[in-house]
């Protein structure tokens, strides 16, 4: 049988989206029988309060972070094991407690609990279960990151950034975000690599932001994938090559990043690193536009006037260059608002007014009927 002491946690060191991400074998136990002298196996929700109960810091910090992230009742009383038994669409969310989450953070933090230590800074930082404190927050990530915690490292380096709880300081943070990056935490990794492109703390290096760009982007971040498409693109950092360009926006793409949506859509249109492909284009572009991208609901306006790529419909050009003019800024505004003008005096009164109630209404992702 399993005591207090032969709790283990694979991933104690690591943040939420770094467990949720990497697990497959988050919580381990000793089982007699099985054929490793560890294995992963289910933790009971009545053994995990009571290891906690006994004082043991990781059990608390297991504790706390269900109360955090998913009220233990739904999770029909078993601590996760998988990225599965955390969907949403598997296990429905319950009701968070954050100030019994933090009274468990607490407790195993006091212990020295590095990962406990971060996540009551993140609740200080966020004011959930305790008063917002931001200063407070920087002393307990200051704890963990001073443990060698890769977390506590990276959101001291957000503070220090930010200036919250501390004086802001770009060199203290891209410091901090170092450490943690070289113990292979990708939001550090992210971050450095802004730091560098930005200059911010460090010399702008557009090379040396590629290549933790390139780290980062393993992880799966679409705005890091999305990035590498624009400087493969325009040969910032890296040799200009538009079919690496292409690469990284599809993957950015596919995981419904607007930005790279259309920047795909455009790669297409042009014919660069991709066949041209003016229906590949128009697809690309619709999915940006549904999103709110202004810019892919301006081309996908003049497809549609043009009738590149889909069948020609004055109507559907005047509702998309409209919408862009609605969310477009500066000169990018006077120059749809031009064009949706034009369009429309070739489209009847009844349409036209058609189109800018729908547009007054019309939210990202917004479903309306095929036909006006």
Same mark, same amino acid.
């Given at each position: ?125 966020? !004011?959930?279960?305790?008063?917002? %404190?931001? &200063?407070?927050?920087? +002393? /307990? =990530? #200051? *704890?963990? $990151?001073? @443990? ?122 042009? !014919?660069?690193?991709?066949?041209? %492909?003016? &229906?590949?284009?128009? +697809? /690309? =572009? #619709? *999915?940006? $536009?549904? @999103? ?81």
């Amino acid at each position: 049988m399993t005591d207090g002491t032969d709790l283990r946690i694979t991933l104690k060191e690591h943040d939420a989206s770094l467990v949720l991400s990497k697990a497959r074998s988050d919580l381990v136990a000793r089982e007699p029988d099985g054929p490793a002298p560890f294995r992963p196996v289910p933790l009971s929700r009545s053994r995990a309060r009571q290891l906690a109960e006994q004082g043991n810091p990781e059990a608390q910090w297991v504790v706390g972070y269900i109360y955090r992230s998913v009220c233990m009742y739904s999770l029909g009383g078993y601590v996760p094991t998988s990225i599965e038994d955390w969907d949403e669409d598997i296990v429905p969310e319950g009701p968070r407690d954050y100030t019994e989450a933090v009274r468990w953070f607490r407790r195993a933090a006091d212990q020295g609990h590095a990962g406990a230590q971060s996540f009551l800074g993140d609740a200080y930082s966020r !004011g959930e279960g305790v008063n917002e %404190d931001c &200063a407070e927050a920087v +002393r /307990w =990530y #200051r *704890k963990a $990151a001073g @443990q060698g915690n890769p977390v506590g490292q990276c959101r001291l380096g957000d503070m220090y950034e930010s200036g919250e709880g501390v004086s802001k300081d770009y060199a203290e943070a891209v410091c901090w975000y170092r450490k943690a990056a070289d113990q292979g935490h990708p939001t550090a990794q992210m971050k450095l690599a802004n730091m560098y492109y930005q200059g911010h703390g460090v010399p702008r290096d557009y090379s040396e932001a590629a290549q933790r760009y390139r780290k980062a982007a393993g992880w799966g971040y679409s705005n890091v994938q999305a990035q590498l498409g624009y400087m493969y693109r325009i040969g910032q950092g890296v040799p200009q090559d538009y079919t690496e360009a292409a690469r990284w926006y599809r993957m950015a793409a596919q995981q419904e990043n607007g930005s790279a949506r259309y920047a795909l859509g455009y790669m297409y249109f042009m !014919g660069q690193g991709v066949p041209q %492909d003016y &229906a590949e284009a128009a +697809r /690309w =572009y #619709r *999915k940006a $536009a549904e @999103q709110g991208e202004a810019d892919a609901q301006f081309n996908l306006g003049l497809m549609y006037q043009e009738g590149q790529g889909l069948q020609q419909d004055s109507v559907e050009a005047y509702l998309w260059v409209s919408l862009a003019a609605s969310r477009a800024i500066g000169d990018d505004r006077r120059r749809y608002s031009d064009e949706a003008a034009l369009i429309g005096a070739g489209i009847a009164s009844a349409q036209v007014a058609e189109v800018q109630r729908l547009v007054s209404a019309w939210k990202p992702n917004w479903a309306r009927a095929s036909s006006i």
